[in-house]
């Protein structure tokens, strides 16, 4: 297979990609970034763009499965509308040049607790990425919503703080639907849920996401793993 990949530079996609350089299921693994990365192996070809003129680079939008694992904070962004860019608009533009470049299989990292109707602006703008790109109607569409990820040497204040707080209820036996994700368990669920042989609309969240991390999807029921919704 032929992966794509946006966000390779932080902390689920720098997992991803090692992962998908490792893995012999990918003879080819394409990453789009703004700057050119210190990585070199024979089945990676690095793509530097400029996000903001599509036109010089959609054709490139080409190969089997497409990985998104673009994002920003807001303290990074500077404003809401410059986040929004990055995580709203960049990786819808790559979900519709890589369906009309006949990709099959998109797979997006969003977020738990995303919704379209969210009363905040960062769930609410995952909801929204959610309901626009499976409005593009991919043959098979991935939606990851993962809890808090362990990233490694964070420096995100708030998040470490969430972490700890999580943990500590966790180990009193409170919230254990939130159990906070190592980046590179995502990065395998991921990965495993590029093997998946039927279409649909799926949504992996929870301890499906460490269910799907430990095996090739195909080898547990649909039910057991996801939470599917028909397809549109």
Not at 119 to 147: C, H, W
Request: hydrophobic share 40%; glycine share 6%.
């Amino acid at each position: 297979m032929n992966a794509l990949l946006i966000g390779a530079t932080g902390a689920t996609g720098k997992d991803l990609l090692d992962l998908l350089l490792k893995d012999d299921s990918f003879d080819q693994v394409d990453i789009f970034v703004r700057r050119d990365l210190a990585v070199q192996h024979e089945k990676l070809k690095i793509h530097v763009i400029d996000f903001t003129k599509p036109d010089q680079w959609k054709h490139l939008v080409k190969g089997d499965v497409l990985f998104s694992c673009l994002g920003t904070t807001l303290k990074e962004a500077g404003s809401k509308e410059a986040q929004w860019k990055v995580d709203y608009d960049y990786q819808y533009q790559f979900a519709k040049f890589a369906k009309e470049n006949h990709v099959n299989h998109f797979v997006l990292v969003s977020s738990g607790f995303s919704s379209s109707n969210s009363l905040f602006f960062y769930t609410r703008m995952k909801g929204q990425l959610e309901e626009a790109v499976k409005d593009l109607d991919f043959p098979k569409l991935s939606i990851f919503n993962p809890p808090v990820l362990i990233r490694k040497n964070s420096d995100r204040t708030m998040e470490v703080a969430g972490l700890k707080a999580i943990q500590l209820f966790n180990k009193i036996g409170i919230l254990q639907y939130q159990k906070p994700l190592p980046t590179e368990i995502l990065a395998q669920a991921m990965i495993n849920s590029s093997q998946l042989k039927e279409n649909g609309i799926f949504r992996i969240k929870g301890k499906a996401i460490w269910k799907c991390a430990q095996q090739i999807i195909n080898e547990y029921s649909i039910e057991q793993i996801l939470c599917q919704t028909a397809p549109k």
